[in-house]
């Protein structure tokens, strides 16, 4: 009975196993360390992740290492533009001055004169600095007085003088002395000779450039110095890499301070929102039904309600008090209003995810709901939810910046880079530092976490990994 | 078409109500009453005007006084400007921040879609990274700067040339509109060129497509027809939101340039505690933006056959 002969015993043998067919051609990677072996891939989201961390270590780190003051004004440095240090000439302290008489001249001319000569001689005496700027000049024959007037560009002849500072009515006052709000800047000083009571035809101009000063009881009051010091040496005045504000505030401290209450808004009420809306759409899409409709209608609700206005009503609602900065308001209506688009998201997400066959074999083995939802939907969706949470931070920074900007956002004192542009917008033409700065915090946070939320997009999308 | 239409205005009333209702409760939460800027200064004289705008009466009938004179379109009388009517504040102020926002949408639409198509055809070119990069900037920056920008630029302009090439500020004429709209848009035609480049680059990989090339269309046939169609449905579908965006954040474009909108209309309000014209002007662009909506989705529907036959 040998009807296949060809077949012997051994013939069913087990084959002997070939490991190398069982083995990995890759590595194991989890979804996440995948996403991030493509996330480091993208320059452009690597080098935003490192400004990212570099703005959290000046917002964290900024105020240790910078321990200005954001609120002090130093009122010697009101709207500096960005500078290196600048020292400042120590002075005595301010004595009254009586400008020269020159006796030998009548202070009232005998009769009006027909033509006047131009002033000879006029100079500063001693050092111009930004305390006084004290002059003299040689009487002019037959003069019953002076006018003397400043400006910041050169006349053109007798127009264009600037600022009328001082009528002099006698022609033997052969000096005068300004004080008036004085910058380190030049100046032009012109000088007209009178009849006593009308200018005539000729004008003389010198070019001032005042030396910065301080003086020597100002600086003891701020620490520039010491009791030994004497007059006439340099001291060094506050430093201020950034510029100071239009009431002489650091714009360093101030950007600090800025960044403390723009980031602390622009991440904390993203972080609640997208976790309530996680929560929200999370049982909204895994109950479905019923309850289900309910509560994405009212999310509708929410989502139609026009923003912007709302945020103004709500914040206005609370209600800032005296001596309040208004933040937490803010970011209470940022969460009121803006949870609902995280929950259409996340629960679009889990009715797709509910279906799937792994969820569906976690119920036969008696998983409840929230073990369910809490354990395998919503890290199922945290992907999506980590790019949501990306893109919610420059919203939230615009809408701060965009509020505090109209004036309805953070309360002054506390600055916000938004009330800072705020401030700074009006002086934009003469002191353009004040808006730019500002600005350019505001425009680097929102780049950098733009691009890091496409390049997490890109990362952790799954069919990107089919394709390499 | 017909049902479905139906039901998203019946859906809309319903989201309008809502709006009302939130804007009552938002108002009676706030501390603080209008009649605090009034000169009422005995308590006989503020219990007349208490009476006067019905806030002495209780909550629940304020509320259904206030829904019953809406229903009717009649939102009340300004608490600090005498005898002016809500009504007639939207009238005068809405056309002016209407006519902004409809250019603005205008150029930011046209502007998307044709540099979204522009850097897909010239996909990784430089035509492509210049117009992303400048995108890149739209979206960070924000529309203040944008807007102060704007002016500054014009002042420049009008002093070098010596020429009024545009005004800076104020109302009147088309001219004053075009540089506001121009920022105003700007953000959301940066929005649309992102959007529109992906649409565009994810459908040249489309089956239909390669069948078009197949059959032998000319390129630009396909361009235009198959792909650039097919790429304007998803800006068509954030033109809604986008409108409600452009028309709240016209505030900052109407501060800046001085235009006399109603956003600035609003923040004044506000800051002067007018319960009525808050809640007028609250309630009426809300109503307007839900309307907007349903109309774009109405229109999706003509657009892309897929969703009206559901």
């Excluded at chain 1, 119920?363 to 969706?381: D, F, M, Q, V």
Aim: hydrophobic share 50%.
């Amino acid at each position: 009975m040998n009807r296949h002969p060809e077949l012997q015993a051994d013939d069913f043998l087990p084959e002997p196993s070939t490991d190398s067919l069982e083995q990995l051609s890759r590595p194991s990677l989890s979804y996440w360390q995948d996403a991030w072996i493509r996330l480091k891939k993208n320059t452009r989201a690597i080098i935003s992740l490192y400004l990212i961390i570099g703005l959290a270590l000046f917002t964290v780190l900024g105020p240790w290492l910078w321990t200005k003051d954001p609120s002090a004004q130093d009122l010697d440095q009101i709207s500096q533009a960005p500078a290196l240090p600048k020292t400042a000439l120590l002075v005595s302290d301010y004595l009254p001055w009586t400008p020269p008489i020159a006796y030998a001249h009548p202070a009232e001319p005998a009769g009006y004169p027909d033509t006047l000569d131009a002033v000879t001689g006029f100079a500063p005496v001693g050092t111009p600095n930004t305390q006084s700027i004290r002059f003299t000049w040689l009487p002019v024959k037959d003069a019953g007085g002076y006018s003397i007037y400043r400006s910041e560009t050169e006349p053109t002849g007798l127009q264009g003088l600037g600022l009328p500072l001082e009528t002099l009515e006698a022609g033997n006052i052969i000096g005068f002395e300004d004080r008036l709000n004085l910058k380190s800047q030049t100046y032009f000083y012109s000088i007209i000779p009178t009849d006593g009571f009308d200018e005539f035809d000729v004008v003389t101009t010198i070019k001032v450039t005042p030396l910065q000063s301080i003086t020597v009881s100002q600086a003891l009051e701020r620490g520039l110095t010491d009791p030994t010091d004497e007059p006439g040496r340099s001291v060094l005045l506050d430093f201020h890499p950034f510029g100071t504000d239009y009431l002489g505030r650091d714009m360093l401290a101030r950007l600090m301070q800025g960044a403390r209450v723009s980031l602390f808004i622009g991440v904390v009420a993203p972080f609640v929102y997208v976790l309530f809306g996680v929560f929200y759409g999370g049982f909204a899409g895994y109950l479905g039904g019923k309850i289900d409709q309910l509560l994405m209608r009212f999310a509708d609700f929410v989502v139609a309600l026009p923003f912007l206005l709302f945020m103004i009503l709500f914040k206005i609602g609370f209600g800032i008090g005296p001596g309040e900065s208004g933040i937490l308001p803010m970011l209470v209506a940022l969460i009121l209003l803006l949870w609902p688009s995280t929950a259409r998201l996340v629960r679009g997400q889990v009715l797709k995810i509910r279906e799937q066959g792994y969820i569906e074999a976690a119920r036969l083995l008696g998983g409840k709901p929230s073990y369910l939802i809490a354990r395998h939907i919503i890290p199922n969706t945290m992907g999506v939810i980590l790019v949501t949470l990306t893109f919610a931070v420059p919203s939230a920074i615009f809408t701060e910046a965009f509020l505090s900007f109209i004036g309805m956002g953070v309360a002054p004192p506390t600055p916000s880079w938004g009330s800072m542009c705020n401030e700074g917008v009006k002086t934009m033409l003469s002191h353009p530092h004040e808006l730019f700065f500002p600005a350019l915090f505001i425009s680097i946070t929102v780049l950098a976490f733009n691009l890091l939320g496409d390049g997490l997009t890109e990362a952790l999308d799954s069919k990107m990994r089919s394709r390499e | 078409m017909l049902k479905y239409t139906f039901g998203r205005i019946l859906s809309g009333l319903v989201t309008i109500w809502f709006i009302a209702t939130a804007t009552f409760l938002a108002m009676h939460a706030v501390p603080g009453d209008p009649l605090m800027n009034e000169k009422a200064t005995t308590p006989e004289i503020r219990a007349n005007l208490a009476r006067k705008y019905g806030l002495d009466k209780p909550i629940a009938e304020q509320y259904i006084i206030y829904l019953s004179n809406m229903v009717q379109g009649d939102f009340g009388i300004s608490f600090t400007q005498q005898n002016r009517k809500v009504n007639d504040i939207i009238q005068d102020h809405f056309p002016v921040s209407a006519a902004l926002g409809i250019l603005a949408i205008t150029f930011a639409a046209l502007g998307g879609i044709l540099w979204g198509a522009l850097t897909a055809l010239y996909r990784n070119q430089l035509p492509d990274i210049i117009i992303m990069f400048l995108v890149i900037l739209g979206i960070s920056v924000p529309s203040f700067v944008f807007a102060a920008l704007g002016q500054l630029l014009l002042v420049n302009i009008n002093q070098w040339f010596d020429i009024s090439f545009l005004p800076v500020a104020g109302w009147g004429t088309f001219a004053h509109m075009i540089m506001p709209s121009l920022v105003l848009g700007l953000g959301t035609m940066a929005l649309l060129t992102r959007l529109m480049r992906s649409a565009m680059l994810e459908i040249v990989n489309e089956d239909f497509i390669r069948t078009a090339r197949a059959k032998g269309l000319s390129p630009s046939r396909i361009f235009f027809q198959h792909q650039l169609r097919n790429a304007i449905l998803p800006v068509v579908t954030v033109l809604g939101p986008q409108i409600a965006a452009i028309t709240t954040g016209g505030f900052v474009v109407e501060l800046v340039f001085a235009i006399p909108g109603l956003g600035r209309y609003f923040v004044q309000a506000v800051q002067q505690l007018d319960y009525t014209v808050i809640m007028g002007t609250t309630v009426f662009y809300g109503a307007f933006l839900v309307f907007m909506v349903i109309l774009v989705d109405i229109i999706y529907g003509f657009i892309d056959p897929r969703v009206r036959l559901k």
